[in-house]
């Protein structure tokens, strides 16, 4: 199963947009998407504007592979849980955040070797057939590198912020 994250703080048109154009030629893969209240009207996935914690934690826990926007939350979950996982970030320039921190972010956690990014959805295609042949995997556990209780703070503070569960 493949998990679409794009957070709960924005929609992520161009991603959900991108991956509902994919999905047709993913024909026995189910493919869940938590799209925010997107403006683009999901026709080839199932999607979803919001998600209860319990329902966010068992598609999580049930996906091979998870795709987002590069939110921290998703990805501290993603490294704690080993999930091979595809970020593209939002770009402040196409208006989906107010700054390039998530492009920051990503570049130095693909650099860290602890992530797969795409920079442009035209990416996003190769690297679900990477992911398929076995050629995109899990890069590194967070727990090889962070204490439980840094991960437990960050996560916390994270929460705080958002008003949320791990979603952000």
Same mark, same amino acid.
């Given at each position: 199963?493949?998990?679409? @994250? ?24 189910? @493919? @869940? ?19 209860? !914690? ?8 049930? /996906? ?12 501290? %979950?993603? %490294? ?8 593209? !970030? ?15 972010? /990503? ?30 995997? !899990? ?30």
């Amino acid at each position: 199963m493949i998990f679409v @994250i794009t957070g709960t703080q924005a929609p992520f048109d161009r991603l959900v947009k991108c991956m509902d154009e994919i999905a047709p030629s993913l024909k026995d893969v189910e @493919i @869940i998407a938590q799209v925010n209240h997107s403006k683009y009207k999901v026709k080839n996935m199932k999607s979803v504007a919001t998600m209860k !914690p319990l329902d966010f934690n068992e598609n999580f826990s049930r /996906a091979d592979l998870i795709i987002s926007h590069a939110g921290m939350g998703t990805i501290i %979950l993603a %490294l704690q849980n080993n999930k091979p996982t595809i970020i593209l !970030p939002r770009s402040a320039a196409l208006g989906e955040h107010r700054n390039d921190h998530q492009l920051a972010t /990503a570049k130095v956690l693909e650099k860290l070797k602890y992530i797969h990014v795409i920079y442009d959805e035209k990416e996003l295609n190769a690297k679900i057939s990477n992911f398929f042949s076995g050629e995109l995997t !899990p890069l590194h556990a967070i727990e090889s590198v962070a204490s439980q209780s840094l991960i437990d703070s960050i996560q916390e503070y994270l929460n705080i912020g958002s008003g949320s569960s791990i979603q952000n």
